[in-house]
């Protein structure tokens, strides 16, 4: 049966080709039909690493967002109409909002309006501890970054939150949509 992903897409570089690498050749492995849901900065961040086309080509609908409610993702996900809701990559930005129930854009509003349903949700902030991570800009350059505590906190808090679970790498997104499917077919 196939399985049904909204995958949310924020304005994160970090980790953004690793991510859309996993998702592509998830794609071809397992029986998934996706839903990308694409933030105004993701859509930004994805043409200056010349990776939205690559999105056009493992989504079978993309939507960009317009404002906190348009396109409307969050109905169908509450409703069960998707199996989980993954957002991959996640700004610092998001994060605050969601630890802090901002709803202001599409993808934080649709993470805290499916936190009230029983569809399951997985974020992969990039702020995860403290101390510098090393990413990779556009132009492949190496960029070294300072992690602020603020944002470890915040990821911390998304950890407690009911109904969200936090991950670390793209490396981790094949078991996460396999539990998805196993949760599904269970609860049929």
Excluded at 95 to 118: C, P, R
Excluded at 139 to 165: F, H, P, Q, S
Excluded at 171 to 184: D, F, M, Y
Aim: charged share 25%; hydrophobic share 40%.
């Amino acid at each position: 049966m196939t399985l049904k992903v909204v995958w949310g897409i924020t304005g994160s570089g970090d980790k953004m080709p690793e991510t859309v690498a996993a998702m592509a050749a998830l794609r071809e492995r397992l029986d998934l039909e996706i839903t990308a849901a694409v933030s105004i900065a993701g859509e930004r961040v994805l043409r200056w690493y010349k990776l939205r086309e690559a999105i056009d080509e493992i989504a079978k609908s993309v939507k960009i967002e317009k404002d906190a409610n348009s396109p409307f993702i969050t109905g169908p996900l509450q409703i069960g109409q998707y199996d989980c809701l993954l957002v991959a990559p996640v700004t610092a930005n998001s994060v605050a909002k969601i630890a802090h129930g901002i709803e202001d854009t599409m993808l934080t509003n649709a993470v805290g309006q499916t936190a009230k349903s029983t569809t399951p949700i997985y974020i992969m902030p990039v702020d995860l501890h403290p101390g510098t991570t090393v990413t990779t800009r556009p132009g492949g350059e190496r960029l070294e970054l300072k992690i602020r505590a603020i944002d470890v906190e915040n990821t911390n808090k998304l950890r407690t939150m009911e109904g969200i679970t936090v991950f670390e790498s793209p490396s981790e997104i094949e078991g996460i949509l396999r539990a998805c499917a196993e949760r599904r077919d269970a609860a049929s």
